[in-house]
């Protein structure tokens, strides 16, 4: 599935004016899930999703920096969003990807549990989260037709982070 899902976001480039052409608040997302979350994120963030790289650990950074990775020559900071959300650690699958980002101008790897689909969301349905404490990544909710509840993961907030 993880291929599949690399060739929609590949795609994505050739699809966004049919998307901007139906309507202006319509975006490709990508879905995933992280702890007991499913949750989703602009696909203009991801660059690309990788499987089985070896990630280095350096000594002395919070516990949810799980370290650096070597891409292809360049060095991204990697942050496993489970630790970071305040869930417990669990042990990697097959399933656990990372996901390579683009934010702003800087790039970094976060360790999510699965990745499921690429999907178009009408960003005028995403409502704000019902509760006094909400989680410092999360910025909205949808609710698909299907009956699932996204929530919106707002990848500006984990860059800009002071942490």
Known sequence: ????????????AEKQPETQTRSSSVERCLVF????????????????????????????????????LNLRGQILPVVDIRLYMGYE?????????????????????????????????????????????QQKLLDGMVTLDDGRVLMSFDCKALVNDPC
């Open 89 to 133: 650690e669990k042990e990697y699958t097959r399933q656990t990807c990372i996901i390579v980002l683009q934010v702003d101008s800087l790039s970094l790897g976060i360790i999510v549990d699965s990745v499921q689909q690429v999907i178009d969301i009408d960003l005028a349905n995403v409502r704000s989260i019902p509760v006094k404490r």
């Open 1 to 12: 599935m993880s291929n599949q899902v690399e060739n929609q976001v590949e795609n994505q």
């Open 33 to 68: 899930e992280s702890g007991p979350l499913s949750l989703f994120m602009s696909t203009n963030y991801v660059i690309e999703m990788i499987n089985g790289h070896s990630i280095t650990p350096i000594p002395m950074i919070p516990p949810y920096i799980k370290g650096i």
